[in-house]
């Protein structure tokens, strides 16, 4: 009798245990998850398609994206200061494209062709896998600017015409910032690869 009621007692503590472990399991899963969901913008332009000639270079530290469209007026009027803009970052670090919002692809190369625009214009029929994970600032409205790092950082962002045209001169200031976050980065993964490699070298001589 005592046996079984010993078995019984097992078997309940047992079965109380489970949903323990079980939600230590789930609990690496959010980190396992982020980790391999990083972002990284330079391969998320390789999936976008171009309306103007010009492309950006695939590897920058900082990404300057502007969404606007060819109703806007005020999207019209800040052309020639992004194109400037862009002129002076290519080459440099840093990279100034904009997410067309037009109905299609042939009214956003009208529009393209109309005003001069010299930068990188994503196509919008391509722009899903920028546009989804480089949300909109300010407003939300046109003309739009968000500033992130390669790997989806955002340092910046608003909306209307005279802050677009004041985030896009700062982009120096902004790259530096951008080129500091990615030596940190780097740094670090450095450090744990480090103690990886010594906790590994610890592990093989005790066995010994």
Known sequence: MKQNILLSLLFLASISAAPLYAQDAEAETPQQEQAAAAISIPALLKEVKYVTKVQPKKKAALYLFLRSHSRCGFCRAITPQMNEAYKEMKGKGAELIMIN?????????????????????????????????????????????????????????????????????????????AKKAEAKKKAEARKKTRKKKSKKKKSASSEL
Do not use: F
């Not at 994503?122 to 790092?149: F, L």
């Open 101 to 177: 919002c037009d109905p299609d692809s042939e009214k956003a190369a009208e529009w393209a062709s109309q005003t001069g625009i010299e930068i990188p214009m994503i196509t919008p029929e391509s722009c899903e896998p920028i546009a989804s994970v480089v949300p909109g600032s300010g407003s939300g409205g046109t003309p739009n600017i968000t500033v992130v790092t390669a790997d989806g950082e955002k340092l910046e962002g608003d909306s209307g015409a005279s802050r677009c045209k004041e985030i896009a001169a700062n982009w120096k200031e902004m790259l530096k910032q």
